[in-house]
């Protein structure tokens, strides 16, 4: 079997990756919204788990099919209040994202990369979010953004227009994703993939592909090189994220 060809770009998720975890929001609003866990955990299985039938109001949402007020009541209605008051739907997917915060070394990540020749672009699956444009396309190229691409993770065929935007065969290309099933479509699609769990774990993973970027930055001085450790794992196996 030939090996893979040099890395040339790394495409990064948005939530979870360049964001602060997607779970820690989610926990603020269920306790500021006092929202029962089970029914949100119900919702999220019924209409994003690995059996959930294809075009469920998650997937229509992601692919921009969905409007987001539209999103907003059918989810309202399925949350339950420990209370027992009813959801308010207005700005529910607002107060949901609302503890995300940038994740600077992730950031910094991409720049070190983009400074070793390596190129950086971005896909995400949007609920509708308010992405930081200026910044994010002022360093990834392209921003792939599902609601505006009619396209979601981890179909193959948003892989493929990743790649064709990018212009590079999928072996030449590392999707970083804090999401179990994005990274599996990845993989699939034959792109090499790494699952996001922290900064730190993510270089790690990314230096045994690119031995040009170095392990900390601060060890060297100058981000973005040294030598790799050859003991790193690249394939990261399971847990979760968007």
């Not at 001085?221 to 050859?230: K, M, T, Y």
Request: charge should be negative; aromatic fraction near 6%.
């Amino acid at each position: 079997m030939a090996d893979n060809p040099p890395v040339a770009a790394v495409v990064f998720d948005y939530g979870g990756v360049l964001t602060t975890p997607v779970r820690q929001s989610i926990a603020a609003w269920l306790e500021h919204d006092g929202i029962e866990p089970a029914s949100f955990s119900r919702t999220l299985k019924a209409w994003l788990g690995r059996q959930a039938p294809e075009g469920t109001p998650i997937h229509r949402l992601e692919t921009g099919e969905l409007p987001v007020a539209e999103f907003e009541r059918l989810f309202a209605t399925e949350l339950v209040t420990l209370s027992g008051t009813p959801v308010d739907p207005v700005g529910v997917l607002d107060r949901f994202f609302a503890g995300l915060r940038p994740e600077p070394r992730m950031y910094a990540l991409a720049e070190e990369l983009r400074a070793c020749g390596v190129r950086v672009a971005l896909l995400s699956n949007s609920w509708g979010n308010d992405y930081p444009r200026e910044r994010l396309e002022s360093l990834f190229d392209p921003v792939v953004i599902s609601g505006e691409v009619g396209l979601r993770k981890p179909l193959p065929t948003v892989f493929e227009l990743t790649l064709e935007r990018l212009g590079l065969a999928a072996a030449q290309v590392v999707l970083v994703d804090d999401a179990e099933p994005n990274v599996a479509g990845a993989r699939a699609a034959g792109l090499r993939a790494v699952l996001h769990t922290d900064p730190a774990t993510t270089r790690a993973a990314l230096v045994r592909l690119l031995p040009q970027l170095h392990r900390d930055p601060s060890a060297t001085g100058r981000p973005g090189l040294g030598a790799a450790p050859s003991a790193v794992r690249d394939d990261m196996t399971p847990p979760q994220g968007e």
